[in-house]
């Protein structure tokens, strides 16, 4: 249940210490890209029903982004990852 | 059958034996007109201006479900037109306008309750912002009243009217607007549309869009394929899943919102009253529950259901608003999915593809729209051409830059 997230850092937290950035797989764009990348970094989303990516700022308590990964139905959080170390696993 | 006293007379002395029910249940063609994916409040009523306004007869409403099953019965039935953007404020009040004359035109008693929503604020420049929503209504031809925090005492005697965080000074009022019954507005819809011959299909789930060079040909169902000529999606929290099988990619994300309802109280709640501290409103039920709701989960999601933490968070808003409402037992709770755009206000349009329409995006603002939002989509669909209160409400805002951001929020749908 998303209710309880495992911070990494800091153990299980309630979810009210968080704040949420939304869908955590996909790139920022260049900045000279084309107005349509930038159109569908800013505004379009996946929006999947089932596991998902996310960004979520531990505001109330390391102050670090972490990336969750979550299902949007059935509320399940298979693993959080601090950002940098996600960004790390992906680059290797 | 036509609804009267007369007709309740004569059937209460019948035995309540020979009401008929109030639409078909037909099995569907193999081809139709249009097809409107979605028997919610903006399906049904689509389907019902497209019969009654715009003639086009052959017309199917295929819900996956039974009727009424999401949003349109799940929400906390406030109807307003105290909107600020010119791009929204005409629309809702055409909306408003057409509550007004709903029970008439359907027959059916949709229990719309013009008992005046108030929205309260707590500090300085929250009175300001609401003087100039109050303004921007006036421009719009839209009567608003400010209530100063005196006047407010006598009216609503029972709010916190000291919280050391949350002070009330005072309350934008508008006094046609309130509530309506959900449920009776989805029936009384289907039964308008049924009358006009429109087939209103339950439990057939649309699973896919067949598409031949590039034109939509109809939808494969779990009744089978059903042809059609124009396909229009009206699906509320499931619009990204749905448009997905027309290859479309969309500005919204699904969000979870709960309603709580309590124990039958006698009349002490006259208005819909909003809480700007927190974002809580509430309002008391016919039948004497106090409905009440406040913000989202927070995350995406897919559960017709809220977390426990959400629910906690509600209570606590009610509670420093209204003190006695912490002896209030609650009977109910339940959550609704949404399709949370990413400027917090509604879509209706055509899309890319060219017999392909759009109507989505309603946030947690989409019953009070239900009139106005299927007659703007009928008169798209039967003219190809956007209603002129519908104008602002297409998809290709935000590529060119004109997002309707009533809450100055940005693209971050979980803070509309
Ligand atoms: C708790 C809560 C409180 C709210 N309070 C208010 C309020 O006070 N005032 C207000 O104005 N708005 C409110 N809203 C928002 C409002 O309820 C919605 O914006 C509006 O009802 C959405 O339109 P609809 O009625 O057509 O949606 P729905 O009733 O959800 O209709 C969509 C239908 O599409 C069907 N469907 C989905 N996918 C498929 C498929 N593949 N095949 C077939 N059928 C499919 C669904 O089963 C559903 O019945 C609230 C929402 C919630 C959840
Ligand atoms: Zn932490």
């Not at chain 1, 509320?75 to 950002?83: C, F, I, K, L, R």
């Not at chain 2, 006047?151 to 009022?173: E, S, V």
């Not at chain 2, 003190?323 to 609704?336: C, D, I, K, N, T």
């Amino acid at each position: 249940m998303a209710s309880l997230i495992t911070c990494p850092h800091c153990g299980v937290r309630p979810k009210e210490e968080f704040t949420i950035r939304g869908d955590a797989s996909r790139g920022r764009p260049e900045p000279m890209d084309t107005d349509e990348a930038w159109h569908d970094y800013v505004y379009v989303r996946a929006n999947p029903r089932g596991r998902t990516l996310e960004h979520w700022h531990h505001v109330a308590g390391c102050r670090r982004f972490l990336v969750v990964e979550r299902d949007t139905a059935t509320h399940a959080v298979y693993s959080v990852v601090d950002a940098a170390e996600f960004v790390r696993r992906a680059e290797q | 059958m036509r609804y009267s006293a007369f007709s309740l007379v004569r059937n209460a002395l019948s035995g309540n034996l020979n009401w008929k029910p109030q639409w078909r249940q037909p099995q569907p063609k193999p081809h139709y007109d249009v097809i409107i994916v979605g028997g919610g409040g903006h399906g049904l009523s689509t389907a019902y201006y497209l019969a009654k306004e715009f003639g086009v007869k052959n017309v199917a409403v295929l819900e996956k479900s039974y009727l009424g099953s999401g949003n349109v019965g799940r929400n906390t039935t406030i109807v307003r037109s105290n909107y600020m953007l010119p791009g929204n404020e005409p629309f809702y009040e055409f909306s408003m306008k057409l509550w007004e004359g709903l029970e008439q035109d359907l027959n059916y008693n949709v229990m719309l309750s013009q008992r005046g929503v108030i929205m309260l604020y707590h500090s300085d420049g929250q009175r300001d912002a609401y003087v100039r929503r109050g303004n921007a209504m006036w421009m719009e031809g839209v009567a608003a009243e400010l209530i100063e925090r005196e006047q407010l005492k006598k009216m609503i005697p029972f709010l916190n009217y000291d919280h050391a965080r949350y002070p009330i000074l005072g309350g934008l009022l508008q006094r046609r607007a309130g509530t309506a019954r959900h449920d009776a507005v989805a029936w009384g819809y289907a039964r308008g549309a049924d009358q006009h011959g429109v087939d209103i299909i339950e439990h057939c789930e649309v699973t896919g869009i067949r598409r031949e060079n590039g034109v939509v040909m109809g939808v494969e169902t779990t009744k089978g394929f059903i042809g059609c000529g124009k396909l229009a999606l009206a699906a509320a929290g499931n619009t990204s899943r749905v448009g997905e099988m027309a290859d479309l990619k969309l500005p919204l994300e699904s969000h979870v919102l709960q309603a709580f309802v309590t124990e039958g109280l006698k009349p002490c709640i006259d208005h819909v009253i909003v809480y700007g501290g927190g974002h809580f409103y509430i309002s008391q039920s016919d039948k004497g529950g106090l409905v009440f709701g406040a913000e989202i989960d927070g995350y995406s999601s897919y559960a017709q259901r809220g977390n426990l933490a959400t629910a906690e968070h509600v209570m606590e808003e009610g509670v420093t608003m209204i003190p006695g409402l912490s002896r209030v037992r609650v009977l109910r709770a339940w959550g609704g999915v949404m399709d949370m755009s990413m400027d917090g206000s509604p879509i209706i349009d055509r899309t890319s593809i060219d017999n392909l329409y759009l109507n989505c995006g309603w946030c947690y603002g989409g019953f009070k729209a239900t009139p106005a939002s299927g007659y703007c989509f009928a008169h798209l669909i039967a003219k190809n051409d956007t209603h002129p209160v519908a104008r602002a409400l297409r998809l290709d805002r935000f590529a060119r830059g004109y997002a309707v951001d009533e809450a100055g929020a940005g693209p971050q749908p979980n803070l509309h």
